[in-house]
């Protein structure tokens, strides 16, 4: 959890050497994937995020047609459009699960997309993982009018009002802005 917490606060140094500990600790990368692939993402280091998302996908029974676009897209910006497009199809088809739909929206800076991904796993909050809103790559995630309701159907805003709102959220003329 501690790698997390650094990965989400944008010191990837700190969280890589974390998940070096829990590795020599005995504890495997299974313990926080998704985590730790939104690390490897973030050092482009794009074979082992394959690798790892790959054998997460067998894993859950899921095609992963959507991968190799995703990834050469974030290799290389000019292959974005496939990105989307195979990205859109695997969700069409629910080929995807609405959790990685989310990152590989973020990843791509597609915000509404995000925005619906988020709608739908608050639907089915097992599934979501809240700190994902607040990581770098959902700034424009943030920065859409809706953001608010989702705080608020979270129960962060009312979480915040009864407590200490964050620095990064506030409220400006009656909506909710967090940067």
Do not use: M
């Not at 700190?14 to 985590?35: K, M, S, W, Y």
């Amino acid at each position: 959890r501690l790698a997390v917490a650094y990965l989400w606060n944008d010191r990837d140094d700190l969280a890589e050497h974390q998940f070096e500990v829990t590795r020599e600790l005995g504890i495997r990368v299974a313990a926080q994937p998704d985590a730790y692939l939104l690390l490897l993402l973030r050092q482009g280091r794009y074979e082992q995020a394959r690798s790892l998302a790959l054998s997460l996908q067998k894993l859950f029974a899921r095609p992963a047609e959507w991968l190799d676009p995703l990834l050469a897209a974030l290799a290389d910006p000019k292959r974005r459009p496939a990105a989307v497009e195979a990205v859109d199809r695997a969700e069409r088809e629910r080929n995807i699960s609405r959790r990685y739909a989310l990152g590989a929206w973020l990843q791509l800076g597609e915000d509404e997309r995000a925005l619906r991904a988020v709608q739908e796993l608050l639907l089915d909050p097992a599934e979501f993982e809240v700190e994902l809103l607040f990581a770098r790559e959902a700034r424009g995630l943030r920065s859409q009018p809706q953001f608010g309701d989702v705080l608020s159907r979270l129960g962060l805003v009312e979480y915040w009002d009864a407590t200490t709102w964050p620095d990064a959220c506030r409220r400006v003329d009656g909506t909710i802005r967090c940067n």
